[in-house]
């Protein structure tokens, strides 16, 4: 990978609807963390922070929220303010079928700011490029009422990557059903060695 970047993994969250911590869910014989991780390393990202899961795999990093309980744009925070290189790919914990292609193409197209995939033009907030500089965008919105993503948005307009694959392979798991589906799915795998993908 020519551009060196760092990695946010989000993996916190209440799961209040999964009824365990996602984290620990087991996908294709690991943990999701550790299968997420590992993806990461696979494209050649060495910085690697974890937030919102208080165990990193080993070769990790963990960044503990600096505003807790106020969702996914706390996380992103405290892993800007943790990685070491000037931009971060986030991804989410539950989103373990994102194609390697794709992020490949976020980190390519990335030019500062913020670079998020887009499905049928509407952003993907947890899948995309982010400036580590954009910590003091995050904080000052923590600092208001709404905690929001979209309320970054509103002042750091992202750059959107088009993707046009099948929906499937963006879900998150929330819910035992949604996992199952994870589970199941064999649309794409880019994860057997030597697939073009990674």
């Known amino acids: 990978m020519e551009k060196t970047v760092s990695a946010i993994l989000l993996a916190g969250g209440i799961s209040s609807r999964?009824?365990?911590?996602?984290?620990?869910?087991?996908?294709?014989?690991?943990?999701?963390?550790?299968?997420?991780?590992?993806?990461?390393?696979?494209?050649?990202?060495?910085?690697?922070?974890?937030a919102g899961y208080p165990k990193p795999p080993e070769g990790t990093r963990f960044a503990p929220d600096v505003y807790p309980r106020r969702g996914p744009l706390s996380g992103l925070h405290a892993g800007l303010l943790a990685v070491e290189n000037p931009c971060a790919l986030l991804l989410a914990v539950d989103t373990p079928l994102?194609?390697?292609?794709?992020?490949?193409?976020?980190?390519?197209?990335?030019?500062?700011?913020?670079?998020?995939?887009?499905?049928?033009?509407?952003?993907?907030?947890?899948i995309g490029v982010y400036d580590r500089a954009l910590a003091r965008d995050c904080e000052a919105v923590l600092q208001g009422e709404r905690t929001s993503m979209?309320?970054?948005?509103?002042?750091?307009?992202?750059?959107?990557?088009?993707?046009?694959?099948?929906?499937?392979?963006?879900?998150?798991?929330n819910t035992p059903e949604e996992y199952k589906?994870?589970?199941?799915?064999?649309?794409?795998?880019?994860?057997?060695?030597?697939?073009p993908g990674l």
């Open 181 to 195: 589906t994870l589970c199941e799915c064999r649309i794409y795998d880019d994860t057997r060695p030597g697939h």
């Open 98 to 126: 994102v194609p390697a292609a794709l992020l490949r193409e976020l980190i390519e197209a990335h030019r500062g700011g913020i670079t998020l995939a887009a499905m049928e033009g509407e952003p993907e907030p947890l």
């Open 150 to 173: 979209r309320q970054l948005f509103e002042r750091v307009k992202p750059a959107l990557v088009p993707y046009r694959g099948d929906p499937l392979l963006l879900l998150n798991c």
């Open 18 to 50: 999964m009824g365990c911590d996602k984290a620990e869910l087991a996908f294709r014989g690991k943990p999701l963390i550790r299968y997420q991780t590992d993806r990461l390393s696979t494209l050649g990202i060495k910085d690697i922070v974890i």
